[in-house]
């Protein structure tokens, strides 16, 4: 068990510009989310996916804001034109259902920074 | 949604003290956990801990759901114990297990 894991760790980037985010879970973890933390504040939840399917999109922050997981396995958040307002932590996190336990586990996150 | 409130937001320990730090949340809740924040930003798994009480070391935790809150308690504090400690909670009945978390404890223990 090798843990989540996140790609980049951090990624500096010029305002207008596409980045992607890329997370591993733990492996056999059906249910992956992805929350995004800003300074001095806790994380916020973006979206969810059981498998290859995205349960929950609504409080992704704008429609520049996408994340999919083709194969159930690993899953890609990506920006498109991203602002100085998207500079923040994204973190990954996985669970297993079906094993009565609840637990969410997180990566290391990906930290990004918009110049 | 659920709303997850955090006290003290901060908290400045001498090495050695104890300390409880206190999580209300507003709704029941099928998962509650807290976490340790290392100072790279990864959340560290403390406790899960929906119900009951449980301890791991100097740590231990308990969730009295009834009254809809949840005590970390930290003894004997280390120089390594610094760091912001969440909360997070999600509300039962949703299905999806997605936590919302409280702003944190930010605890400093000095030397």
Known sequence: ?115 | GIQVEQSPPDLILQEGANSTLRCNFSDSVNNLQWFHQNPWGQLINLFYIPSGTKQNGRLSATTVATERYSLLYISSSQTTDSGVYFCAAAPSGAGSYQLTFGKGTKLSVIP
């Open chain 1, 1 to 115: 068990d090798t843990g989540v894991s996140q790609d980049p760790r951090h990624k500096i980037t010029k305002r207008g510009q596409n980045v992607t985010f890329r997370c591993d879970p733990i492996s056999e973890h059906n249910r992956l989310y992805w929350y995004r933390q800003t300074l001095g504040q806790g994380p916020e939840f973006l979206t969810y996916f059981q498998n290859e399917a995205q349960l929950e999109k609504s409080r992704l922050l704008s429609d520049r804001f996408s994340a999919e997981r083709p194969k159930g396995s690993f899953s890609t958040l990506e920006i498109q034109r991203t602002e100085q307002g998207d500079s923040a932590m994204y973190l990954c996190a996985s669970r297993e259902t079906g094993s009565g336990s609840g637990e969410l586990f997180f990566g290391e996150g990906s930290r990004l920074t918009v110049l």
